[in-house]
């Protein structure tokens, strides 16, 4: 019900705080399952001194837009690129439908159609759904990368472009996107990747030794990139990332924008007013922990990985679905449905799909909360 008068914000807050007690909290370390965290401080201060700020209406927010253009440009060159086109948008859901509005609007096609893995976010459904594009799913291989000469066999004169993936969601692997690109490259297609997950990793990982696919606009069938700093980039929710290698993406999709306080501007993101804050953070993040910070961050989630990885191999019907490729491990057990049953039971905030239980080492999952979940794990199983 509207209540007719106002309270007191110090009852309002408690009946919140009431309300909420439920929540699972990322810094109670017993979210194992998400690609989200905790905030990093300095993001939330940032958010908090800007919290006014509008990316809808550039013109009020001349400034905050350069710095917007700023942060595009810095997650260019982390992703090989010197200067990338793009938008801070509210997640990898709106920047994989910005990328397939792209590609459409670019191809003048009657029938447009989207070659994805089978492995794909299902932001791509909602994309397809609302763009009127028919998705034609790849097989995927036995260590779960898509099959590249299943993508060429499905490619026709329909095909407005393919998506290849760079840590999927449910396993962190990254496709073999060098072969995706000189494929693109060979049909005239365009690439989009989707490195939603992986843009905040993969460049720290394979700097720290670790074997990892390229998977960026240094390989050029790439002409998109989804980057998310609302995950391994510690900026709060909502912070996405869509970056395209040339203007043309982003002109195919802008629409004019005629009547706002700021001027007449062109929009290309799916939502209208749109936090300037989360933009400005990704820009203070980026420079507050430079490539050194980051990829500090990473080498901790990465060892975490391989640890949690072993151990989980030493627990009598567990197995790994397959060798962490990024700082994802996912396992199987038998019983699975009653195992995630008890260890949701157990305060756990996991859960099983596909046939696996998904652990993300973000960086509020530190080793004494692996420790515990194996714990109660082995007893779970063991029942
Ligand atoms: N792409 C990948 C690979 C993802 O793992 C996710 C989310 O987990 C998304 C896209 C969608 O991101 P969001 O939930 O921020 O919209």
């Known amino acids: 019900m509207f209540p007719e008068r106002g309270a007191d914000e110090e009852d309002v807050l408690e009946e919140l705080r009431k309300k909420t ?4 909290t990322f810094d109670s370390g017993r979210i194992l399952g998400s690609m989200c965290t905790y905030p990093h401080p300095f993001a939330v201060k940032v958010v908090t001194e ?10 009020l927010h001349v400034g905050s837009r350069k710095v917007e253009e700023e942060a595009i440009e810095m997650l260019s060159n982390l992703l090989g690129l010197e200067k990338g086109y793009g938008h801070i948008v509210s997640g990898g859901t709106e920047a994989n439908i910005l990328a397939v509005r792209a590609f459409r609007n670019l191809a003048d096609v009657e029938k447009p159609e989207l070659i994805l893995p089978k492995s794909a976010h299902f932001s791509f459904i909602k994309a397809g759904e609302m763009l009127g594009v028919k998705l034609v799913w790849a097989e995927l291989n036995n260590d779960y990368t898509v099959n590249v000469r299943d993508i060429e066999e499905k490619i026709t004169e329909n095909t407005v472009g393919i998506v290849g993936i760079a840590g999927t969601t449910g396993l962190g692997v990254v496709d073999d996107i060098p072969a995706l690109s000189d494929l693109a490259l060979d049909y005239g297609l365009p690439l989009h990747v989707d490195a939603a997950f992986g843009g905040f990793v993969i460049p720290f990982a394979k700097e720290l030794g670790y074997e990892v696919p390229d998977f960026d606009f240094r390989l050029k069938g790439v002409k998109s990139v989804t980057i998310d700093p609302h ?4 900026v709060p929710i909502p912070a996405g990332g869509i970056i395209f290698r040339e203007k043309r ?3 195919a999709i802008s629409v004019p ?5 700021g001027g007449k501007v062109w929009q290309a993101t799916i939502t209208g007013t749109r936090p300037g804050a989360n933009a400005l953070a990704v820009w203070a993040m980026i420079k507050h922990l430079g ?12 060892e975490l990985s391989r640890w949690f990885a072993r151990e989980l191999k030493k627990i009598p019907g567990v197995y790994l679905i397959r060798e962490p490729v990024l700082n994802i491990v996912s396992f199987g057990t038998p019983n699975l449905e009653e195992v995630e049953e008890e260890l949701k039971r157990r305060g756990w905030g996991i859960s099983a799909h596909r046939g ?13 909360h692996l420790e515990a979940f194996l714990g109660d794990l082995r007893e779970a199983v063991r029942n």
């Open 231 to 234: 995950k391994m980039g510690m």
């Open 21 to 24: 007690s439920e929540d699972l």
């Open 50 to 59: 800007f919290i006014d700020r509008n990316l809808g209406d550039p013109g």
């Open 257 to 261: 924008a005629p009547y706002l306080a």
């Open 249 to 251: 993406f982003l002109e």
């Open 356 to 368: 696996y239980i998904r652990i993300v080492m973000m960086p509020h999952v530190k080793r004494e």
């Open 291 to 302: 490539f050194e910070g980051y990829k500090g961050v990473v080498k901790k989630a990465m």
